[in-house]
């Protein structure tokens, strides 16, 4: 009972191991653990962030609602506001500039070597996450919520089937990434 | 077994790989792939290693809970997996300052750490106020189509777009 029990527990556990080891492995081979990739992505002179980021959505989409319409999956949107999303989404994204890595390329750059990841970027992100658990009774009821639409989807926005609305997402991220490559980006 | 030990994949390869990986991770676990609040759950763990056991009560620890879980794994997981594949391909080295970051500021290693704690705290803060950051919402939930994630997707590009142009055009 209590071995099985303790297995219940543990087993999640390794299963996000596994995954995050080839996560950070994939990362890795795709240059995305590196400051001057990032930092080139929003320079926009080098669109290897986006190229990987457009991919891994246009495939992992058609999967999950693949999988979501055989009743195998469910989905899991977070709930938002224009408050959260806009206001956080910019502050994450001066961060983003300013450190060079993401909390999971960060991981990742620590893994391969990055020592102003470990010391700078850590230390920091620990900090800033430490603030707004402190900051976060004042804000919750206030800015948080403003102008607050739950975990909305994009097909249940707009009252229609999911493939209305994942057939040409996926062919517009096909076409972004084409135009890409036509570029020469 | 060649391509193991390739220092680069095409951006392609890595992103259906990361695509198919969240297949199984929703299969499987029954979590998207998501990084940012295991550093919240790390920070609160800290903090409870100073001030005991009432740090799980402030709201946000009661929120999301002080506990090694999945994710907070799934980050372990992949310092290891970008370990593996920069030996294997001898892409690893120890750096302080990243070569595009030196061209433009120099080689000083306690600049780039301080501008990178810096950084680190407006990941860590903004990451928490909207709720996720590039994996949570930039890959996991704009797959799902969720409205909150498109919305923090595009704030993340447009704030970093912009302060990356004013750091190295207008200051470097």
Same mark, same amino acid.
């Given at each position: 009972? !209590?071995?099985?029990?303790?297995?219940?527990?543990?087993?999640?556990?390794?299963?996000?191991?596994?995954?995050?080891?080839?996560?950070?492995?994939?990362?890795?081979?795709?240059?995305?653990?590196?400051?001057?990739?990032?930092?080139? !992505?929003?320079?926009?002179?080098?669109?290897?962030?986006?190229?990987?980021?457009?991919?891994?959505?246009?495939?992992?989409?058609?999967?999950?609602?693949?999988?979501?319409?055989?009743?195998?999956?469910?989905?899991?949107?977070?709930?938002?506001?224009?408050?959260?999303?806009?206001?956080?989404?910019?502050?994450?994204?001066?961060?983003?500039?300013?450190?060079?890595?993401?909390?999971?390329?960060?991981?990742?750059?620590?893994?391969?070597?990055?020592?102003?990841?470990?010391?700078?970027?850590?230390?920091?992100?620990?900090?800033?996450?430490?603030?707004?658990?402190?900051?976060?009774?004042?804000?919750? !009821?206030?800015?948080?919520?403003?102008?607050?639409?739950?975990?909305?989807?994009?097909?249940?926005?707009?009252?229609?089937?999911?493939?209305?609305?994942?057939?040409?997402?996926?062919?517009?991220?096909?076409?972004?990434?084409?135009?890409?490559?036509?570029?020469?980006? | 077994?060649?391509?193991?030990?390739?220092?680069?994949?095409? #951006?392609?390869?890595?992103?259906?790989?990361?695509?198919?990986?969240?297949?199984? =991770?929703?299969?499987?676990?029954?979590?998207?792939?998501?990084?940012? =609040? %295991?550093?919240?759950?790390?920070?609160?763990?800290?903090?409870?290693?100073?001030?005991?056991?009432?740090?799980?009560?402030? #709201?946000?620890? /009661?929120?999301?809970?002080?506990? @090694?879980?999945?994710?907070?794994?799934?980050?372990?997981?992949?310092? +290891?997996?970008?370990?593996?594949?920069?030996?294997? %391909?001898?892409?690893?080295?120890? /750096?302080? @300052? #990243?070569?595009?970051?030196? =061209?433009?500021?120099?080689?000083? #290693?306690?600049?780039?750490? +301080?501008?990178?704690?810096?950084?680190? @705290?407006?990941?860590?803060?903004?990451?928490?106020?909207?709720?996720?950051?590039?994996?949570?919402?930039?890959?996991?939930?704009?797959? /799902?189509?969720?409205?909150?994630?498109? +919305?923090?997707?595009?704030?993340?590009? +447009?704030?970093?777009?912009?302060?990356?142009?004013?750091?190295?055009?207008?200051?470097?």
């Amino acid at each position: 009972m !209590q071995t099985s029990v303790r297995k219940k527990e543990i087993s999640p556990l390794l299963w996000g191991l596994a995954f995050g080891i080839v996560f950070g492995f994939l990362l890795q081979k795709g240059g995305a653990t590196s400051y001057d990739v990032i930092i080139g !992505q929003l320079l926009l002179t080098d669109f290897t962030v986006l190229k990987i980021m457009l991919s891994a959505v246009l495939v992992g989409m058609m999967g999950i609602y693949a999988m979501k319409a055989l009743g195998w999956v469910e989905l899991y949107p977070k709930s938002g506001s224009a408050g959260k999303n806009i206001i956080g989404g910019l502050i994450f994204g001066v961060g983003f500039a300013v450190l060079g890595y993401c909390p999971g390329t960060i991981a990742g750059a620590i893994g391969n070597g990055a020592l102003d990841a470990v010391v700078g970027g850590l230390a920091g992100i620990l900090i800033g996450s430490g603030l707004f658990a402190a900051l976060y009774p004042r804000l919750r !009821q206030g800015i948080l919520k403003k102008g607050d639409f739950g975990d909305l989807t994009f097909p249940r926005l707009f009252k229609v089937n999911d493939w209305v609305i994942v057939i040409p997402a996926a062919t517009l991220i096909f076409i972004m990434l084409y135009w890409l490559e036509r570029a020469g980006l | 077994m060649e391509f193991l030990t390739e220092v680069r994949w095409s #951006p392609y390869a890595v992103g259906v790989g990361i695509g198919i990986l969240s297949w199984f =991770t929703f299969l499987i676990s029954r979590k998207p792939l998501a990084c940012s =609040t %295991s550093f919240a759950r790390t920070s609160g763990m800290i903090e409870k290693l100073f001030l005991g056991k009432k740090v799980d009560l402030k #709201p946000y620890y /009661q929120k999301i809970g002080l506990a @090694v879980d999945w994710q907070w794994m799934l980050v372990v997981g992949v310092i +290891i997996g970008s370990l593996i594949s920069a030996l294997l %391909s001898g892409d690893f080295r120890w /750096q302080w @300052v #990243p070569s595009l970051w030196k =061209t433009a500021f120099g080689g000083n #290693p306690y600049l780039r750490v +301080i501008v990178a704690l810096v950084g680190g @705290v407006c990941i860590g803060f903004g990451a928490r106020w909207a709720g996720g950051c590039t994996s949570g919402h930039g890959i996991s939930g704009t797959l /799902q189509l969720a409205v909150s994630s498109w +919305i923090s997707a595009i704030c993340f590009f +447009i704030g970093g777009i912009l302060t990356a142009h004013i750091i190295f055009i207008l200051i470097g």
